[in-house]
């Protein structure tokens, strides 16, 4: 008896939109029948930006040999037959969160850990051995939108993220690069610590930093915030994640969240499915639960 739409931060403002579901002026512009005047939807973009505090690595311990093409069929086919080699793992199976200043109660940058590089959204392959932190702050304030370009639907929409307008986003980042500089000068490093390859042991100061930061800084791929949850003027979805002014259609995906999480989405966004599962079925909600959450002492 309903719609859902379960298209993704990107995907899910765009068909609200070619639906006649948006702002209406700008529907207006592309001869698209504005449906219901909803000016939130595509807005309050929010994703998770990285940079990579890489080094060499004096020792062959790395991912490095895995590039050799020859190599990489075996791993291949070892992960084919066995389910078990390199392929078998993530590869990023270390990481953490820190809380960067004391202004904070949560853990505000994520590091993840990876033995290799990531040149180019893995698109070109290492030189030498060598490893990196993924450095990313968890709540940016930066705000971007999606847009559509024309009343076609094959055609993609405007995406602009907006990443590190604020100095607070650019503060964030360079207190994580900083911090995983500590990390990888301790003494544990010293056997595998070589040259720092990016941002290099030169770009110390706030613009060096700044410039790298702008120059190399890479989605983490969490787009999310695009039809927000909520009761103000930009929100696209109640509480029960149906659509304001249209009946009997929810979107469940990451775009209803207000504000990104402090993570990766993957496990809030099944949990919203499961929500919004429970929502559609009315079954009873659980009973309240109390539960311990972080705060700096």
């Known amino acids: 008896n309903e719609v ?7 995907n899910s403002p765009q068909l609200l939109m070619l639906s006649g579901i ?28 990285e940079t990579y505090l890489q080094y060499e690595c004096t020792k062959p311990v790395t991912l490095y040999t895995s590039y050799n093409p020859i190599r990489m069929a075996f ?7 066995f389910k078990s080699g390199v392929a078998a793992y993530s590869n990023l199976e270390t990481g953490g969160f820190v809380r960067s200043n004391d202004m904070v109660d949560y853990p505000n940058i994520q590091y993840h850990f990876f ?19 993924h450095v990313g702050p968890m709540r940016p304030t930066s705000r971007g939108h999606v847009k559509l370009k024309s009343n076609n639907p094959s055609a993609s929409p405007a995406i602009q993220f907006n990443y590190m307008q604020t100095e607070h986003d650019l503060k964030e980042m360079r207190d994580g690069i900083k911090i ?3 990390i990888f000068h301790q003494k544990a490093f010293d056997k595998y610590r070589g040259k720092e390859i990016n941002p290099g042991i030169n770009s110390s100061s706030e613009g060096d930093l700044n410039e790298f930061i702008k120059n190399k800084g890479d989605t983490a791929y969490h787009p999310s915030c695009t039809c927000k949850m909520g009761k103000d003027e930009l929100s696209v979805v109640d509480e029960e994640l149906k659509v304001y002014g249209i009946e009997n259609l929810r979107v469940v995906d990451a775009s209803i969240m207000p504000n990104i999480i402090t993570g990766n989405l993957n496990a809030t966004t ?28």
């Open 4 to 10: 859902i739409l379960s298209a993704g931060a990107i």
């Open 270 to 297: 099944v949990m919203i499915a499961e929500k919004a599962s429970d929502l559609i079925l009315k079954k009873e909600t659980l009973p309240d639960v109390e539960t311990s959450f972080y705060r700096a002492s």
């Open 115 to 133: 033995p290799s590089l990531v040149l180019d959204h893995g698109r070109q392959s290492p030189s030498s051995h060598s490893f990196q932190a």
């Open 180 to 182: 995983a500089r500590e």
């Open 75 to 81: 791993i291949g086919i070892e992960w084919f037959i």
């Open 22 to 49: 948006g702002n209406a002026e700008e529907l207006k512009k592309l001869d698209i029948s504005v449906q219901h005047d909803l000016r939130g939807v595509g807005e309050n973009l929010q994703d998770h930006l």
